[in-house]
């Protein structure tokens, strides 16, 4: 074995050789890849080796499309078979929610690419003679399906084959039967690994470790919430029917989901193979695993599988004469969410994830590219926050994990609302007032481990969402909210907001060089500033505050606890002339907004909040009733004249009770996450994760204000300078959205020209209930981003005028933000 | 004439197992059982009797832990008619399996039992023997042809030199090779109609069988492992290669 090497890739699966093979595509060939026993030994080679494409994830999708394109072309390249099938897949509808989501998945499609049709009952016949399309009665009757022509299935075993030929033909190096015994990283930041063979040395680290991603984990000193459930599929005998079909010239048949029923069923040799997405699949190994598990399986459970199999049998009569070989039960690596984890490990450096596959044959391309791309390049080349391994906190224990990995299991099939919550590990992560807001008839969501109300539902309405992707139960209660902080005053819990404190000597240079807006210089001030890619992409986004000299408050997002934690920590100067807390869990916060905002809080301080002492985009430490040190920032998210009230976590209570108590006279109530997403979308604020992302630089995002590109070097300058020069690709803009009659823009639509052609994407939307206008955010070409520009955008299978609009469709002068107080 | 099928629940063909670290036996937890393969060939020979109606009644019979009710319940789905298992968490060795048959037999009459020649966990090819001797029955073993006629049974045997054809007179046990037949896999209707089958749990006292184990075990080791080999150029090379190694020899 070699003693030294640029990357060494844990793991001989799919994934892992995948990964080996596209660094050797980037030009590294000094890179070796250890597995323990022998390749595809751990979950590839019992896979079913389907390759859908179908994902909602705009992501992940990218990843998937990656990976069929790429294995269609690996034979020629590599002289090796790798038995693709393209038999396409047709997904079955026997409902409209389910009909809605592929509606909506075809927005994705389209956006990406990815060539799909929406067929008819007749049509499905015709693909797919053996098929009983449902009376009504006995069997759900199918409305249509989703069909891919392009995927299939194909042999894991011998994709992993054609990739190692791949990466060995690039100069890359295998070695089997070697384990890793232990990890330890040295002052230069390479890697040792040490192996029953030996010792190796390296920069960087990949672990594509699949069943004993936890373990490796803990090995390197982290937590990786990855841990396998148990899939079954059941191999059939011989069918007579298909047999005769085959024999009478039939084509091969697409792999047939019934989503509705749970189950994938697709050819193998004349016979069967018929996958259930089951309740009551056991997590396994979230302890390591047994020694006793080599290359093996589980016994199966017919039991389990019987209510998908007795469906199964209903819509296809020809597995009722078919006898049944053997179940194969593997453990498949699972995350609370169902999308891997590709990209850097939180607080490491140098070490690199590619685990917690589910999908692991039709990701491992398309994550091996891109990371490959993150690992050479020092950054993906698309979004990747669906799958970034910092997406989890701390949180993610064994036991939360386990729960979530096996609800996720569940529900594979079933749809996925994007207004859906999930409802297994919860409540784990609660603001202080929790009890307080649940009394209060919060909706609960969660998000980041931390639960948050969604909605807030009066006396008499069920505390419960009927989840749709259009309007449904909630949309009034929503709009009631909206209102509320439109015309009166309202609150809103952000406790779950990332909260850094930056400090010392450096600390305004060593910000100033992260972002490209300028920090804060004078005591007081807050600016929004955006931490680049070197692409010159959006990275973070942060709130920065200064408190006091050399002393800096940075908040962003909740969910990007760990991105911006990771990123600040690992760009810390080496000089000890900045220290960086996390205090998110040590500060509270309450966001306070409305026309009466200023009247409730002046009842609890003797701080002026007239505009001369306390204008907007400044902030103080104020006292709020008794309590002390509380941060108050005149800034807020949804386009109102109000306060975020920061605050020590103790004070949780009595500032809660403090402001209801002022504010009953003005009319005060809670305001939920939807809500505010209503009301930011019509201020075209757009949101770090969906709209700000690494695909995007600032000025694409229409954020120019936010860049000083005279100030000095900060990351991404220079692309960002390159960009202007070049022109800027696309721009962000507002749209509003006629002929709306249910179903409004949600994100993750097209837009097309007059011609028909894919100009935009929208990033997000929503039905703005105070300007009653449905508005989409988007990112268009240059040339469409006009005010008036007239475009069209699909939602849900529909195309809807839509119409450029100036920003902030609700006050475009932010006269709100500024009011006054009386005289 | 009633019919019985022996059967045993081992570790799946397809799992590699691993020693105990102690050296006491093999490692069998939480791995994947089923049926033995060759049982699964006798179960088939049953099944196919009665189908031919030249056997009125299939019995699957088993002698093991409670877990053998899952195997039963296999054969059962293709087509057994009900099942019996003297149930047993202690080792099962040929001479007390043959005793816990033997007492079945004698209770339940058939004039015909199948078993595979072996099963594939101990490899011990002997219950079907044992059986036959303690019936005071004939015995045809390594089965893989069959002919049922007018009290007796053409049978062709699988023999080092060839095949070789006999005649048994019935009652008789019969071990079955690998070319008998083909086992069907039943499919779903048959396996959910086989949960609703009689399946009779017994255990060896009832039946006044002693199964204490008669055999110690000394040692369990693994195979040599394979040491790794040489890659050689020419059909020359190999030719010397192979001459040098007889000669060290």
């Known amino acids: 074995?070699?003693?030294?090497?640029?990357?060494?890739?844990?793991?001989?699966?799919?994934?892992?050789?995948?990964?080996?093979?596209?660094?050797?595509?980037?030009?590294?060939?000094?890179?070796?890849?250890?597995?323990?026993?022998?390749?595809?030994?751990?979950?590839?080679?019992?896979?079913?080796?389907?390759?859908?494409?179908?994902?909602?994830?705009?992501?992940?999708g990218q990843i998937h499309k990656y990976s069929v394109d790429l294995y269609k072309r690996l034979p020629e390249e590599t002289g090796q078979e790798v038995s693709f099938h393209v038999t396409g897949n047709l997904r079955l509808a026997t409902n409209r929610d389910r009909m809605d989501e592929y509606l909506k998945y075809c927005g994705t499609a389209n956006t990406i690419g990815v060539p799909f049709e929406v067929i008819s009952p007749s049509q499905i016949k015709e693909l797919w003679p053996l098929i009983d399309?449902?009376?009504?009665?006995?069997?759900?009757?199918?409305?249509?399906?989703?069909?891919?022509?392009?995927?299939?299935?194909?042999?894991?075993?011998?994709?992993?084959?054609?990739?190692?030929?791949?990466?060995?033909?690039?100069?890359?190096?295998?070695?089997?039967?070697?384990?890793?015994?232990?990890?330890?990283?040295?002052?230069?930041?390479?890697?040792?690994?040490?192996?029953?063979?030996?010792?190796?040395?390296?920069?960087?680290?990949?672990?594509?470790?699949?069943?004993?991603?936890?373990?490796?984990?803990?090995?390197?000193?982290?937590?990786?919430?990855?841990?396998?459930?148990e899939h079954q599929y059941i191999v059939y005998d011989e069918s007579p029917e298909l047999k005769a079909y085959r024999e009478a010239g039939g084509n091969e048949l697409a792999v047939l989901r019934e989503s509705d029923a749970q189950y994938y069923l697709r050819e193998e040799r004349n016979g069967w193979i018929l996958g259930p997405y089951e309740k009551g699949a056991p997590a396994r190994f979230a302890d390591g695993v047994p020694g006793w598990f080599g290359k093996s399986l589980f016994e199966g459970d017919l039991d389990r599988l019987l209510p998908h199999v007795e469906a199964a049998m209903k819509r296809v009569p020809a597995l009722e004469t078919c006898g049944i070989k053997t179940i194969v039960n593997g453990p498949i690596s699972y995350t609370p969410d169902?999308?891997?984890?590709?990209?850097?490990?939180?607080?490491?450096?140098?070490?690199?994830?590619?685990?917690?596959?589910?999908?692991?044959?039709?990701?491992?391309?398309?994550?091996?590219?891109?990371?490959?791309?993150?690992?050479?390049?020092?950054?993906?080349?698309?979004?990747?926050?669906?799958?970034?391994?910092?997406?989890?906190?701390?949180?993610?224990?064994?036991?939360?994990?386990?729960?979530?990995?096996?609800?996720?299991?569940?529900?594979?099939?079933?749809?996925?609302?994007?207004?859906?919550?999930?409802?297994?590990?919860?409540?784990?992560?609660?603001?202080?007032v929790y009890d307080k807001l649940d009394r209060m008839g919060a909706v609960w969501g969660q998000r980041y481990g931390w639960e948050r109300a969604n909605w807030y539902a009066p006396e008499g309405v069920e505390r419960h969402d009927k989840w749709s992707f259009r309007r449904t139960n909630y949309f009034e209660h929503v709009g009631?909210?909206?209102?509320?902080?439109?015309?009166?005053?309202?609150?809103?819990?952000?406790?779950?907001?990332?909260?850094?404190?930056?400090?010392?000597?450096?600390?305004?240079?060593?910000?100033?060089?992260?972002?490209?807006?300028?920090?804060?210089?004078?005591?007081?001030?807050?600016?929004?500033?955006?931490?680049?890619?070197?692409?010159?992409?959006?990275?973070?986004?942060?709130?920065?505050?200064?408190?006091?000299?050399?002393?800096?408050?940075?908040?962003?997002?909740?969910?990007?606890?760990?991105?911006?934690?990771?990123?600040?920590?690992?760009?810390?100067?080496?000089?000890?002339?900045?220290?960086?807390?996390?205090?998110?869990?040590?500060?509270?916060?309450?966001?306070?907004?409305?026309?009466?905002?200023?009247?409730?809080?002046?009842?609890?301080t003797d701080s002026p909040l007239d505009n001369k002492s306390f204008p907007w985009l400044t902030s103080q430490v104020i006292e709020v009733g008794m309590a002390t040190d509380v941060y108050a920032l005149r800034v807020n998210f949804v386009g109102e004249l109000g306060w975020e009230l920061h605050f020590p976590i103790e004070y949780a209570h009595h500032i809660f009770d403090q402001l209801f108590a002022a504010g009953r006279e003005f009319g005060i109530g809670m305001v939920g996450i939807r809500a505010m997403e209503s009301l930011r979308v019509e201020k075209s604020y757009r949101m770090w994760g969906t709209d700000l992302t690494r695909d995007n630089t600032p000025f694409e995002a229409s954020l120019d204000r936010f860049v000083r590109m005279d100030k000095g070097d900060f990351i991404g300058r220079a692309a960002l300078e390159q960009q202007l020069a070049a022109?800027?690709?696309?721009?962000?803009?507002?749209?509003?959205?006629?002929?709306?009659?249910?179903?409004?823009?949600?994100?993750?639509?097209?837009?097309?020209?007059?011609?028909?052609a894919v100009v935009g994407r929208a990033t997000a939307g929503y039905y703005g209930h105070v300007t009653g206008k449905s508005i989409a955010l988007a990112y268009v070409k240059p040339e469409y981003a006009e005010v008036g520009t007239q475009l069209e955008i699909q939602i849900l299978g529909e195309r809807k005028r839509a119409v450029v609009v100036p920003e902030s469709p609700y006050d475009p002068e932010n006269r709100k933000l500024r009011a006054d107080a009386a005289a | 004439m009633k019919i019985f099928a022996a059967v045993k629940r081992v570790v799946d063909f397809n799992v590699s197992v691993r020693v105990k670290a102690d050296g006491t036996g093999?490692?069998?937890?939480?791995?994947?059982?089923?049926?033995?393969?060759?049982?699964?060939?006798?179960?088939?020979?049953?099944?196919?009797?009665?189908?031919?109606?030249?056997?009125?009644?299939?019995?699957?019979?088993?002698?093991?832990?409670?877990?053998?009710?899952?195997?039963?319940?296999?054969?059962?789905?293709?087509?057994?008619?009900?099942?019996?298992?003297?149930?047993?968490?202690?080792?099962?060795?040929p001479l007390a399996v043959a005793k816990a048959l033997k007492a079945l037999v004698d209770r339940e009459g058939p004039e015909l039992v199948f078993v595979?020649?072996?099963?594939?966990?101990?490899?011990?090819?002997?219950?079907?023997?044992?059986?036959?001797?303690?019936?005071?029955?004939?015995?045809?073993?390594?089965?893989?042809?069959?002919?049922?006629?007018?009290?007796?049974?053409?049978?062709?045997?699988?023999?080092?030199?060839?095949?070789?054809?006999?005649?048994?007179?019935?009652?008789?046990?019969?071990?079955?090779?690998?070319?008998?037949?083909?086992?069907?896999?039943?499919?779903?209707?048959?396996?959910?109609?086989?949960?609703?089958?009689?399946?009779?749990?017994?255990?060896?006292?009832?039946?006044?069988?002693d199964l204490s184990p008669r055999l110690a075990t000394l040692k369990v080791v693994e195979p040599p492992k394979r040491h790794a080999g040489v890659k050689l150029s020419s059909a020359a090379e190999l030719a010397a290669k192979l001459k040098d190694l007889v000669e060290a020899a």
């Open chain 1, 133 to 229: 399309l449902g009376d009504g009665v006995n069997t759900d009757k199918v409305i249509g399906a989703l069909y891919h022509p392009d995927d299939g299935h194909i042999a894991p075993v011998d994709l992993t084959m054609a990739l190692r030929k791949g990466a060995r033909m690039g100069g890359a190096e295998i070695y089997e039967q070697t384990e890793v015994t232990g990890v330890q990283q040295l002052p230069s930041g390479e890697w040792k690994i040490t192996t029953n063979k030996g010792e190796i040395t390296c920069e960087h680290v990949v672990c594509a470790t699949g069943n004993y991603a936890r373990q490796m984990g803990r090995m390197f000193g982290i937590n990786v919430p990855a841990i396998p459930v």
């Open chain 1, 480 to 604: 009631n909210e909206c209102r509320l902080m439109r015309d009166k005053v309202g609150i809103i819990d952000l406790t779950a907001f990332t909260k850094h404190e930056v400090c010392g000597a450096g600390a305004e240079a060593w910000l100033d060089s992260l972002v490209a807006n300028k920090v804060p210089s004078k005591i007081g001030r807050i600016a929004l500033c955006h931490a680049l890619t070197k692409r010159g992409g959006i990275h973070a986004e942060f709130t920065i505050t200064k408190i006091a000299d050399n002393h800096y408050y940075v908040v962003s997002a909740g969910a990007a606890e760990r991105i911006d934690s990771d990123f600040l920590q690992k760009n810390l100067p080496a000089d000890g002339s900045v220290t960086l807390r996390n205090i998110t869990g040590s500060r509270g916060c309450f966001v306070l907004a409305g026309p009466n905002s200023r009247d409730v809080l002046k009842k609890l």
């Open chain 2, 26 to 93: 093999v490692d069998t937890a939480n791995l994947k059982m089923s049926m033995n393969p060759f049982d699964e060939i006798a179960v088939e020979a049953a099944v196919k009797l009665k189908e031919d109606g030249k056997a009125s009644e299939v019995i699957a019979v088993s002698v093991g832990p409670d877990k053998a009710q899952d195997t039963l319940r296999t054969a059962l789905a293709m087509g057994a008619d009900r099942a019996i298992l003297v149930q047993t968490d202690g080792e099962t060795e």
């Open chain 1, 727 to 756: 022109g800027v690709p696309n721009r962000f803009v507002t749209l509003e959205v006629q002929g709306v009659v249910d179903a409004d823009p949600l994100g993750n639509e097209p837009l097309f020209n007059a011609k028909g």
């Open chain 1, 338 to 432: 169902g999308n891997p984890l590709i990209g850097p490990a939180f607080g490491k450096r140098n070490l690199w994830l590619n685990e917690g596959h589910s999908f692991g044959v039709t990701a491992a391309g398309g994550s091996g590219w891109q990371l490959a791309e993150w690992i050479v390049e020092g950054e993906p080349g698309i979004d990747m926050l669906a799958v970034d391994p910092r997406r989890y906190g701390a949180y993610t224990s064994k036991r939360y994990t386990v729960a979530k990995n096996e609800e996720t299991y569940r529900n594979v099939f079933t749809v996925h609302f994007p207004d859906e919550e999930r409802e297994d590990g919860r409540p784990l992560k609660t603001s202080p």
């Open chain 2, 116 to 209: 595979g020649k072996q099963a594939i966990d101990d490899d011990c090819n002997q219950t079907g023997q044992m059986l036959a001797s303690l019936l005071d029955w004939a015995q045809g073993t390594f089965v893989s042809g069959l002919e049922l006629d007018g009290g007796g049974a053409a049978i062709t045997r699988e023999v080092d030199g060839g095949l070789e054809r006999a005649k048994v007179r019935l009652p008789a046990v019969l071990t079955v090779d690998l070319r008998l037949n083909q086992p069907r896999y039943p499919g779903l209707p048959a396996i959910m109609k086989a949960k609703k089958k009689p399946l009779d749990v017994v255990t060896a006292d009832s039946l006044g069988v």
């Open chain 1, 1 to 60: 074995m070699k003693s030294h090497a640029r990357v060494v890739v844990i793991g001989g699966g799919v994934v892992g050789v995948s990964t080996l093979y596209h660094l050797t595509k980037k030009g590294w060939s000094d890179v070796v890849l250890l597995e323990r026993t022998e390749l595809t030994a751990g979950s590839t080679w019992h896979a079913a080796g389907l390759l859908p494409l179908f994902n909602m994830s705009y992501t992940v």
